[in-house]
């Protein structure tokens, strides 16, 4: 018995965020595509109807996967701090593992899209903004327990967070060694947890 269509969508989004995380949209072709997924353009464009439409798809499969990730981490229960923690140790464990050192697709993207495309930008825009909500809610639980100053604001040191996470995974692309990142990200969260 085949496998449901779903299935088989859901394995394509896979290989196509794949290429796309390690290539880019612009350098990634119709030809890099049907390679991966094994699939003929005519099959591709019937699932997908064009290149951008499995692109922004593919981003969406990224986005829901690292969700799933920091939700694991955040759900721990260890203190806020050690689960802040564990959100850079993950990251860390993650790009040490990668041997193509991709970085993280939605930077990549955010860097890699015209200022003024609009439909991206604004979906980039909302996932780093929950990914933050995130982060606010882990440090003012943190606060709570007076793991970090309680006169600090919330929303601020989140975004720090988030821009201390973002700039790993950006450096993470040029294959630092795991034990100085974790020396940094001491001095990031000393900062904070304080």
């Known amino acids: 018995m085949p496998r449901p269509p779903e ?11 794949e290429i796309f995380w390690r290539k880019g949209y612009k350098a990634t072709s119709m030809k890099d595509l049907t390679r991966v997924t094994g699939l003929k353009p005519g099959s591709l464009y019937g699932a997908f109807e064009n290149k951008r439409s499995l692109f922004l798809e593919s981003l969406e499969t990224y986005y829901d996967y690292n969700m799933a990730g920091l939700d694991e981490r955040l759900r721990h229960d260890l203190s806020p701090a050690d689960r802040i923690r564990g959100v850079f140790e993950r990251i860390i464990e993650s790009s040490d593992r990668d041997p193509d050192n991709k970085g993280c697709m939605m930077v990549n993207t955010l860097l890699e899209t015209p200022a003024d495309d609009k439909e991206i930008n604004d979906r980039l ?10 982060l606010r809610d882990i440090v003012t639980e943190a606060q709570q327990l007076r793991q970090i100053s309680s006169d600090k604001d919330p929303r601020l040191l989140a975004q720090s967070l988030l821009m201390g996470m973002h700039g790993i995974r950006v450096f993470c692309k040029s294959r630092p060694d795991p034990h100085n990142l974790r020396r940094s990200v001491d ?6 947890l304080h």
């Open 7 to 17: 299935f088989e969508r859901t394995e394509v989004l896979h290989q196509a965020m």
């Open 187 to 192: 001095a990031l969260l000393q900062s904070i």
């Open 125 to 134: 825009r909302e996932m780093f903004e929950s990914v933050e909500n995130k």
